[in-house]
Structure formats: C-alpha cells, structure tokens
C-alpha cells in the first residue's frame, strides 16, 4: 500500500456530457420523492460524472454540491470490509481468525458458536440473527458499543451460523472495533490511513468527528405526508461500522473507481487487487424477492452477501450493490464491474425514490429496455410486506384492565419498557431507545397496537404489536412483536401507577 499523498481531486464533468438524459432522470425520480437535496456520483470507463439535486436543508437557498457531505447509512459497510482487506494484505491479520481475538465484548446466543465466529462471518452476514431489539431499532446515540455486542446473546437465532444471509448491523459494528484495535488506532484513524488518505478522500469521515470535521454537510429530513420536514441528525459512535459514515460525491467518485478498478487509482495501487475481490466474492446464500428488496432485485437471477456488498444480477449484468437508510437520509451504491460503471446516489431525506433512480440510471448507461423503476419497485415492495398489524376496531375490549398493564418491564439487551396506563389506551417508552415513545391501542384480548409518536420513528417503524402475558390479573411480560416469527419478551419488573 502506497503512502504517497494523490493530487488534489478535480471537478467532475456534469452528467450531460455522459449522457443527456440522466440528469432528467435524477431531477424526476427526486422529484416524485420530495427529496429536498441529493448528490450524484456516477463512473464510466474510469471517467468521473457529477449532478448536484437541490439544498442542502429544506427550506434554505444553500445549494447542494460534490463536496456536500451525505450520511450514507449502511454503505458504510464495504468501508469496514476494504479496510480489513487491506489489514489482511499487510498480514496483520485473516478473514479467519476469530473474531473473540479482538472483540471479546461479542457473545452470541450459545457460547461455542460465540467462539467459531470469524471476522469472515460478521462482514458477511451469515449469524444467523433476525434484525430484533434496539442493536437494530435504535439505542440512545450515548449507549457504548460493549453494551450492544454483549447484548447480542438475548436473540435468538433463525438460522444456523453461515447457514444462509441474514442483515445484523452489529456484526458489522463489531468488525469496525476489531480493525481498529488491529492496529491500536481504532476505526476512523484506520480506514483514513489506509483507504482515504490514499484516494485523496479529505471529504469523508465518520460518527462522532463527523460532527466536527464536515462543515459541508446536507441536512437530515423526512416526509410527513405532503411535508418534508426536517430532523436533527444522530452522530454516534456505536454503530461505526454498520453505518455512521458520511461522504461526499468528490470522494464517492473515487471510492467507486477503487472498486471498478481492482484497487488502482491514477497509477497507484492503493490495495491489493486480489485482497480487493476477496470482499467482492459470494459468502452467504441469499433469496431475491424474499431478501431485503434494496440489495436483491425482485427478479434478479441469483442472490448472495459477500463482505460488505449484495451480489446479484441487473437483467443478467453482475452487480454489486448497497443501500442505506437512516432516520433522515437514504443512499445507494452501486458497481457494474463488466461494463466499468459506478453509480452512488446520496440523498438528504427517508425516501424510497433513490433505490429505482440508481437503476433506472444503471439501466440508461447499459441500454436495458425503458422501465419505470419506481412503478416496479413499488410492485416488489407491496409483494414482499410483511402482514400489517390490524388497525384497532372502534370499541375493543382489552382482556386485562389497561391499569393492570402498567409497570416497568425490562429486557436484558434492551433495558427498560415503561408502560402507563391512560384512559382508552396504554402509553409507553424505552429509556434507552431513541425517539421510541409510543402509544398502545387495543386490538382486543390481550394485544395492542403500536403507534410510535415522534418523528421519525412514527414513520418508519410501522407494524409492531404488543402481546400481554397475564398472572394474577396483572400483566407478567409484554411480548413485542417485531416481525413474523420475531419478538422480543420484556419482564415485569415493576407497577407504575395508572394516569388519565
């Protein structure tokens, strides 16, 4: 690995002198999404081609540009698996080894699999856990990562260890801490050594220092109904890793050609090219049309995680992709390695426009039929809901009195649920959870409906449920339920008393 310092990076050339139509294309897909402000990158044959979409913050004139920097959420993750590739290239460590070696906070639900888990397995995504509790769902930004990772042994797993893909953010988290104590640097100091600093990415950081460090930053927002409004954005170190980093398209460009290229940038090779692939090869069976929709397309031909990166196919062209989603912000990044094409589209707002954009643009540069993507996405998004949780019928009849209900419950990974009793429904929150506050209908018997109150959880956390186990006409534990096969058992630990 080169330590010479790259010049500095030029301007892009404007998407017009790739191809005329894709600027009409990302002002129509952002548009149709409300997205206040975005950010384009795209490569082709080694070239790199810019469009800047809107502000920086709803309402204000600040124009967005290729040195704006975007939360790209969990794209985050092919960051962490490059940076352990390069470790792994300098021999100062192996997929391999196990991961205990360096985060022994980690424990799964058994330990002896515990013990079998290799840095291979965690940047793959092959644990085996469903996406339950706050480690997915939203901890406080100030809980420390050690209490995540130890958490991880109250989830019970769906599949065997490296059984097939399943999405578990800490696993990825957990990958982070372990480059970083590779080197005794930790993570951020790491990955700008040996990736940004290489490539001339001065326009990327990560978590916390990302606060402070990227005075160019585009706002966070989400769309409430017809309204686009805006959000405070969260900057934590606790899911460095699995997301938290922020980038901007002048450094995008240069992240793409760095895996559009086997790891060499204008001459120089900034990582092996082999240890490169390794984190673009297959390591974890996936189903598309089953699996998460953003990394396998519905009617791709076959599917697979690798370390960091979804693997399937774009109409049988092999791609390579990733999505983010946060509160506030949504990304995609996408590789057509054959044909030597990148796209990474940045978005400053929860918007389900970036995901059909990012294909609609691969599909204009490789010649594919027209398709309205955002149509098809919408069809495949229907297809794959799960089943909503019933909406509470005018008059149904709790199975316990509503004050029976009341108390605080606790779970060992996730910390306290305090409910309260109110007069025709349950309050609750977590104390440890972020913007998680929620209000419980009754659907009858003894199960409610969850309403989360605070943008803009409200938005984006739809379907829960929540189950009361009863002893002694009071309720013993409160059964939430995540997805299908999916809960988390919060035990009565104490009676609060009942308010109206």
């Given at each position: 690995?080169?330590?010479?310092?790259?010049?500095?990076?030029?301007?892009?050339?404007?998407?017009?002198?790739?191809?005329?139509?894709?600027?009409?294309l990302?002002?129509?897909?952002?548009?149709?999404?409300?997205?206040?402000?975005?950010?384009v990158?795209?490569?082709?044959?080694?070239?790199?081609?810019?469009?800047?979409?809107?502000?920086?913050h709803?309402?204000?004139?600040?124009?967005?540009?290729?040195?704006?920097?975007?939360?790209?959420?969990?794209?985050?993750?092919?960051?962490?698996?490059?940076?352990i590739?390069?470790?792994?290239?300098?021999?100062?460590?192996?997929?391999d080894?196990?991961?205990?070696?360096?985060?022994?906070e980690?424990?799964?639900?058994?330990?002896?699999?515990?013990?079998?888990?290799?840095?291979?397995?965690?940047?793959?995504?092959?644990?085996?856990?469903?996406?339950?509790?706050?480690?997915?769902?939203?901890?406080?930004?100030?809980?420390?990562?050690?209490?995540?990772?130890?958490?991880?042994?109250?989830?019970?797993?769906?599949?065997?260890?490296?059984?097939?893909?399943?999405?578990?953010?800490?696993?990825?988290?957990?990958?982070?801490?372990?480059?970083?104590?590779?080197?005794?640097?930790?993570?951020?100091?790491?990955?700008?050594?040996?990736?940004?600093?290489?490539?001339?990415?001065?326009?990327?950081?990560?978590?916390?220092?990302?606060?402070t460090?990227?005075?160019?930053?585009?706002?966070?927002?989400?769309?409430?109904?017809?309204?686009?409004?805006?959000i405070?954005?969260?900057?934590?170190?606790?899911?460095?890793?699995?997301?938290?980093?922020?980038?901007?398209?002048?450094?995008?460009?240069?992240?793409?050609?760095?895996?559009?290229?086997?790891?060499?940038?204008?001459?120089?090779?900034?990582?092996?090219?082999?240890?490169?692939?390794?984190?673009?090869?297959?390591?974890?069976?996936?189903?598309?049309?089953?699996?998460?929709?953003?990394?396998?397309?519905?009617?791709?031909?076959?599917?697979?995680?690798?370390?960091?990166?979804?693997?399937?196919?774009?109409?049988?062209?092999?791609?390579?992709?990733?999505?983010?989603?946060?509160?506030?912000?949504?990304?995609?990044?996408?590789?057509?390695?054959?044909?030597?094409?990148?796209?990474?589209?940045?978005?400053?707002?929860?918007?389900?426009?970036?995901?059909?954009?990012?294909?609609?643009?691969?599909?204009?540069?490789?010649?594919?039929?027209?398709?309205?993507?955002?149509?098809?996405?919408?069809?495949?998004?229907?297809?794959?809901?799960?089943?909503?949780?019933?909406?509470?019928?005018?008059?149904?009849?709790?199975?316990?009195?509503?004050?029976?209900?009341?108390?605080?419950?606790?779970?060992?990974?996730?910390?306290?649920?305090?409910?309260?009793?109110?007069?025709?429904?349950?309050?609750?929150?977590?104390?440890d959870?972020?913007?998680?506050?929620?209000?419980?209908?009754?659907?009858?018997?003894?199960?409610?409906?969850?309403?989360?109150s605070?943008?803009?959880?409200r938005?984006?956390?739809?379907?829960?449920?929540?189950?009361?186990?009863a002893?002694?006409?009071?309720?013993?534990?409160?059964?939430?339920?995540?997805?299908?096969?999916?809960?988390?058992?919060?035990?009565?630990?104490?009676?609060?008393?009942?308010?109206?």
């Open positions: 690995m080169t330590s010479t310092a790259p010049a500095a990076l030029s301007p892009p050339a404007p998407l017009d002198l790739l191809d005329p139509r894709l600027r009409a990302c002002d129509a897909y952002l548009g149709a999404g409300k997205v206040p402000g975005a950010s990158a795209i490569v082709a044959a080694d070239q790199r081609y810019h469009h800047a979409h809107g502000v920086k709803a309402g204000g004139t600040e124009p967005v540009t290729a040195a704006t920097g975007f939360d790209i959420a969990s794209c985050s993750k092919a960051f962490v698996s490059a940076t590739a390069s470790l792994v290239a300098d021999g100062l460590a192996a997929w080894d196990p991961l205990a070696r360096w985060v022994p980690f424990e799964l639900y058994d330990p002896a699999v515990t013990a079998e888990v290799r840095l291979r397995d965690v940047c793959a995504n092959r644990l085996g856990l469903p996406r339950a509790g706050f480690t997915e769902y939203g901890f406080k930004p100030t809980v420390p990562v050690e209490r995540i990772l130890r958490g991880l042994r109250h989830t019970a797993p769906i599949h065997l260890l490296r059984d097939r893909f399943t999405y578990v953010n800490a696993g990825h988290t957990a990958a982070a801490l372990a480059a970083g104590r590779i080197t005794g640097l930790g993570f951020l100091p790491t990955l700008r050594q040996r990736l940004l600093e290489p490539l001339g990415m001065q326009g990327t950081s990560g978590g916390l220092a990302a606060r460090e990227l005075p160019d930053q585009a706002g966070w927002h989400v769309r409430d109904g017809d309204e686009v409004v805006p405070e954005p969260t900057f934590s170190d606790y899911h460095l890793g699995s997301g938290a980093i922020v980038v901007c398209d002048l450094d995008a460009l240069q992240w793409l050609r760095l895996h559009l290229n086997g790891g060499l940038v204008d001459g120089r090779q900034v990582l092996p090219r082999e240890a490169l692939l390794e984190t673009h090869r297959p390591h974890a069976v996936a189903v598309p049309g089953k699996d998460i929709l953003s990394l396998f397309p519905p009617d791709a031909r076959m599917g697979a995680y690798a370390l960091g990166w979804a693997v399937s196919d774009l109409e049988g062209n092999p791609l390579l992709c990733h999505s983010g989603g946060d509160l506030g912000v949504t990304s995609l990044t996408l590789l057509l390695p054959r044909s030597g094409i990148g796209i990474a589209v940045y978005a400053n707002a929860a918007s389900n426009g970036v995901l059909p954009l990012a294909h609609a643009l691969a599909a204009t540069l490789l010649g594919l039929r027209p398709r309205d993507w955002l149509a098809h996405y919408k069809a495949a998004a229907a297809a794959m809901a799960p089943p909503r949780t019933p909406e509470p019928e005018a008059g149904a009849l709790p199975g316990l009195e509503l004050s029976a209900c009341a108390g605080t419950y606790s779970h060992p990974a996730d910390g306290d649920l305090v409910i309260e009793a109110g007069a025709t429904a349950l309050r609750g929150h977590w104390p959870g972020h913007r998680m506050a929620f209000e419980a209908r009754p659907l009858g018997g003894h199960r409610f409906a969850i309403h989360f605070e943008l803009p959880t938005l984006t956390t739809v379907g829960f449920c929540m189950e009361f186990v002893a002694d006409d009071a309720a013993a534990e409160a059964v939430l339920h995540i997805a299908p096969g999916v809960t988390r058992v919060f035990k009565r630990r104490l009676a609060v008393p009942s308010s109206s």
